[in-house]
C-alpha cells in the first residue's frame, strides 16, 4: 500500500472535524439548545471581541507548545499520554529556580524557561527508561500525571507554602524578575508564545531536513526497516521523549511565570492542556508547524467553551463534549487516510 497523499489526509481530516461538529449539534438539540445559538455565541465571543481573543491567544500558547512536542513524539510511534504532568513538573522546576536560586536579574527569566525544559523532559524520560523494559508509554505516561499532581500539592502545602496563605495554598509570588512581559490588558505573555512559534517551525525542519528527522520517520514508519539499516529506535524515543517532555515543561514555565507569578494548585496551572493537546498534535498529523493552526482552533473551542457555561448555561464539562467528539472522529477516520473507498460490485 502507498503512503496516503496529503491531500487526501488534509481532506480526511477536515472532514472529520465538520463530522465531530454535526454530532455535537445533535447533542446540543437534545440539551434544548441551537446548534446555531450555540456556535455563534462562541465564535462572536471569542474571534469577534478583544477580550475574547486574547483569551482565545492565552490557551493558545500551552496547546502550541505541548501540541508540536507530540506531534513529533506521535510520528516516531512514542505515545505521550503525560503532557499534562511534565507541564507540571516543568512549572515545579520553573518555580525553584525563581523562588530559591540566586540568579542574576538579566538571566532570571531564561534561566526559568530552561529550568522548565529540565523538568519537563526529565518526567518524560522516566517513561522512555520505563519503556526500555517493556512497559507500555501509555500506561506509564499517564500515571505519572497523577504522581506530578500529588508532587505539587505536597510542595505548596508543605515545604514551598507561601507565608501570608489563608485558605488556599500556594507558594509566595515569584521577584518581578521572573515576571514574563504580557500584551497590554490580556495574560497573552508574548515571549512564550515568539518561543512557541520558533519551535513548531524549528521541529518542522528538525522533522523534515535533518538526520535525526529521517531517523526519527523511519523509526515511525517502517520499524522493521529501521533495525535493517541500523537506526536504535530505543535511541530516537528517548531523544523524541526529552523533546516532547521538555515542550510541555516550557509550557507548564510560562504558565506560572507569564500568569499567576507562583506556584498553585494543580487544576489551576492547568486547564487540561496536556489532554487537548492530543487533539492538537492529532489534527496536525504529525506535523508540528500545522500545530500553528490547529492549537488556535483548540483554543477558540477552550475559550469558547466557557462563554456557553455562562452565557447558555450549558454544563461545566461541555468542552469535554468537543474535545471528546473530535477525538473519536479522528480516531475513526484513519480507515479512510490509510485504505482508498472503492464503489462497486464485489
Known amino acids: 500500500m502507498t503512503a496516503p497523499s496529503a491531500a487526501r489526509t488534509a481532506l480526511v481530516t477536515v472532514a472529520s472535524v465538520v463530522v465531530a461538529l454535526l454530532i455535537c449539534a445533535l447533542v446540543f438539540v437534545f440539551a434544548g439548545q441551537s446548534p446555531a445559538e450555540v456556535y455563534g455565541t462562541m465564535l462572536r465571543g ?25 506531534a513529533l513524539a506521535f510520528r516516531a510511534q512514542f505515545f505521550n499520554i503525560g503532557a499534562e504532568g511534565q507541564l507540571l513538573l516543568g512549572a515545579v522546576f520553573a518555580a525553584g529556580t525563581a523562588l530559591f536560586l540566586p540568579v542574576p536579574g538579566a538571566l532570571l527569566i531564561p534561566a526559568v524557561f530552561v529550568a522548565g525544559f529540565v523538568g519537563g523532559g526529565l518526567w518524560a524520560l522516566v517513561a522512555a527508561a520505563l519503556r526500555r523494559v517493556n512497559v507500555n508509554e501509555i500506561l506509564s505516561t499517564l500515571m505519572l500525571n497523577y504522581i506530578a499532581v500529588a508532587l505539587v500539592t505536597y510542595l505548596i502545602a508543605g515545604p514551598w507554602k507561601g507565608k501570608d496563605v489563608r485558605g488556599y495554598i500556594y507558594t509566595d509570588n515569584f521577584p518581578q524578575g521572573a515576571w514574563l512581559p504580557t500584551f497590554s490588558g490580556t495574560q497573552v505573555h508574548w515571549p512564550t508564545l515568539l518561543l512557541g512559534v520558533a519551535l513548531a517551525l524549528g521541529l518542522q525542519w528538525l522533522l523534515t531536513r535533518s538526520t535525526f528527522g529521517y531517523a526519527l520517520r523511519v523509526v515511525g514508519e517502517n520499524p ?3 533495525h535493517y539499516a541500523g537506526l536504535s529506535s530505543t535511541r530516537v524515543a528517548t531523544l523524541v521523549a526529552l523533546l516532547t517532555g521538555g515542550l510541555a515543561g516550557l509550557a507548564g514555565a510560562g504558565e506560572v511565570a507569564g500568569i499567576h507569578h507562583r506556584l498553585l494548585e ?3 496551572i492547568s486547564l487540561g492542556y496536556g489532554f487537548t493537546a492530543v487533539i492538537v498534535a492529532w489534527l496536525a498529523r504529525g506535523n508540528p508547524a500545522l500545530c500553528l493552526i490547529t492549537a488556535p482552533l483548540m483554543g477558540v473551542i477552550l475559550a469558547g467553551g466557557d462563554l456557553l457555561k455562562i452565557d447558555l448555561n450549558l454544563p461545566f464539562r461541555v468542552v469535554d463534549i468537543f474535545s471528546g467528539v473530535i477525538l473519536l472522529c479522528l480516531i475513526a477516520s484513519e480507515v479512510f487516510v490509510r485504505h482508498r473507498v472503492q464503489w462497486g460490485r464485489a
Not at 477580550?51 to 507530540?70: F, Q, S
Open 224 to 226: 522493521g526497516a529501521a
Open 266 to 268: 494543580a487544576s489551576q
Open 46 to 70: 471569542t474571534l469577534g471581541d478583544p477580550t475574547g481573543l486574547a483569551e482565545v491567544g492565552r490557551r493558545t500558547i500551552p496547546l502550541l507548545l505541548i501540541g508540536t512536542g507530540l
